[in-house]
């Protein structure tokens, strides 16, 4: 597999990650001063885990795995992880422990997982590396222990580089525009580009026809609408959309299209897909997942009685409104990073220091634009 024979081997190989890279080495080389684990979260595909195989062939040090077809609960936790790291290895190098899918420890769920790994993580005597796509599904009390490495989503550019590079070592003739489509249509994943790439080689000419998300989701919707059947559920299974998506996009467009009188139905349906999604994120039981997509398609489906009225569609206005407010979202978060560092304090105390930042504004060292943003800010 292309995947695997084009797998970096060096930092320099990694696309597009050169900030995570250098917080990884400056955690690895200065371990044990601050925190012993750290914690790599973002999208799949885009270099996580192959950074932590690059990072132990460069200084040696022998991998401990833990992925997620393994238990989670206490018991097993403590096994693997737990004795792997307090000794070195048979030959006498240092150890890197790793756990896939943090964000998959669901304490209660898995009897206790998340205590045993919080204790080890302070008794430690290896480095601990904990990866994720989601740092906000991973428990509290694990993030506090680590340091946080961001992975952002791969741009377009550097997954084309990578492809062309690919294509060129296996003699594969691909246009420019092919090589572009193929990482436009990945969104971000290398993985699923490079997949792409040798699954296509002996049909070139398909590239152009790959399945875009944004038509998709457009189709599945106006299915939804128009079947009026149980169904239409299936019209999401290869969507690659959250449901906690999938149901803003439903929310935006029924008005446009349900009459007055199934309004009512369609909207109960929703509401109530909503409270599952919640149920989901804060018990942690995915399965749950299942019920919300039941409701948000079939239960939205069949509510409709009366005549379909065709309309065109939007994308929810709820990204719109976070597009516009980035700019202001990304000086807030710079100001209290700053505020955390200097306080030696977590962002979230940070937080409650912002009205008092403008008068303190050379010791936080804060910018003009920093400055001007909190003087405008009558209430935080």
Avoid at 50 to 65: F, G, M, P, R
Avoid at 303 to 312: L, T
Wanted: charge should be positive.
């Amino acid at each position: 597999m292309f995947v695997e024979k084009y797998r970096p081997k060096k930092f320099s190989d990694i696309a597009g990650q050169k900030s995570a890279l250098k917080e990884l080495i400056s955690w690895i080389n200065t371990w044990g001063t601050d925190k012993k684990a750290c914690l790599l979260y973002g999208p799949s595909g885009n270099g996580k885990t192959t950074s932590v195989y690059v990072l132990a062939d460069e200084i040696n040090l022998e991998i401990i795995e833990m992925n997620a077809s393994d238990k989670r609960n206490a018991e097993a936790i403590e096994k693997i992880v737990g004795n792997a790291s307090q000794t070195y290895s048979l030959d006498g190098r240092k150890r890197i422990i790793v756990l896939d899918e943090a964000d998959n420890i669901y304490g209660t769920v898995d009897k206790g997982g998340v205590r045993a790994l919080v204790k080890i993580i302070s008794e430690t005597r290896v480095p601990i590396i904990l990866i994720a796509n989601e740092h906000w599904n991973v428990s509290p009390s694990i993030r506090e222990k680590c340091k946080m490495i961001n992975y952002p989503k791969l741009r377009y550019p550097s997954i084309a580089k990578v492809l062309r590079d690919i294509a060129k070592k296996e003699g594969i003739n691909v246009s420019d525009s092919q090589v572009i489509t193929l990482a436009k249509n990945s969104e971000g994943n290398l993985r699923a580009a490079i997949n792409d790439l040798e699954n296509y080689r002996e049909d070139i000419d398909k590239i152009g026809t790959l399945r875009d998300t944004k038509t998709s989701i457009f189709h599945a919707i106006a299915e939804v609408f128009k079947r009026r059947s149980c169904d239409v559920r299936e019209v999401f299974w290869n969507i690659d959309k959250s449901p906690d998506e999938i149901l803003l996009w439903i929310d935006e467009n029924l008005p446009k299209v349900y009459e007055k009188g199934d309004l009512e139905g369609a909207y109960k349906m929703l509401s109530k897909a909503d409270i599952y999604l919640a149920r989901t994120k804060r018990r942690q039981q995915y399965k749950l997942w299942g019920y919300a997509m039941d409701l948000m398609s079939s239960g939205v489906s069949v509510a409709r009685k009366g005549n379909f009225k065709f309309a065109k569609f939007s994308p929810p206005s709820y990204f719109t409104k976070l597009a516009r407010t980035k700019a202001e979202r990304t000086i807030r978060k710079d100001i209290t990073q700053k505020i955390s560092k200097k306080c030696h304090c977590s962002t979230r105390v940070a937080k409650q220091y912002l009205t008092i930042a403008k008068n303190l504004s050379d010791y936080f060292e804060l910018e003009e634009k920093e400055i001007e943003f909190l003087k405008s800010k009558i209430s935080l």
